[in-house]
């Protein structure tokens, strides 16, 4: 068996959007699904310390050090996703690739982190959770991987001084 290697020529190739509009309707759909997933991460893990909060009081020293690592992480988490939604919405009529490339890779750290709570759940519950995360994560996956394949077009409403 040999190894197929694609020539350039069956890679896919960029083309150009020939509706700015839609692009930026793409953005700004970007960013707003990245807000839409750190607020609802975070109030779901409110909600599960709010139900087993109670419980961090058993433990020892350095597991409860331990949980205000993980909560720490997760804030800064949070406010990652909820910054580079926003930088997106911000840049939604920028042609600049730098916020695309920022919310693809927490996207996919986000449908990541998704995939192994869905799979945890699954094995200790026996019940398969609501996959609703999961299609909103792989959603923004996809249109963030689709804007970064088209080549930007010169917007004429927006005018630079340089």
């Known amino acids: ?9 069956d890679l896919p190739t960029a083309t150009t959007d020939e509706d700015p509009k839609k692009n930026r309707k793409a953005r700004t759909s970007v960013g707003i699904g990245l807000i839409a997933v750190a607020v609802i991460s975070a109030a779901a893990m409110i909600w599960l310390y709010s139900l087993y909060g109670a419980g961090l009081a058993n433990l020892n ?3 409860r050090s331990e949980q205000a690592v993980f909560v720490t992480l997760n804030i800064f988490y949070f406010m990652a996703l909820a910054a580079v939604g926003i930088w997106n919405v911000a840049a939604r009529r920028s042609t ?3 916020p695309l ?3 693809l890779v ?3 750290l986000a449908l990541t982190f998704t995939v192994i709570n869905i ?3 699954a094995t200790t519950s026996g019940r398969i959770p609501s996959l609703f995360m999961l299609f909103l994560n ?3 996956c996809v249109q963030t991987v689709r804007l970064l394949l088209v080549k930007p077009t ?4 927006v005018v630079s001084p340089y």
Do not use: E, N, T, V
């Open 96 to 98: 600049s690739k730098l």
């Open 1 to 9: 068996m040999s190894l197929q290697i694609p020539r350039p020529g």
């Open 101 to 103: 490339i920022a919310a």
């Open 106 to 108: 927490l996207s996919c």
């Open 119 to 121: 799979l945890d759940f």
């Open 138 to 140: 792989l959603g923004i």
């Open 61 to 63: 020293d350095s597991d």
């Open 154 to 157: 010169l917007d004429r409403s």
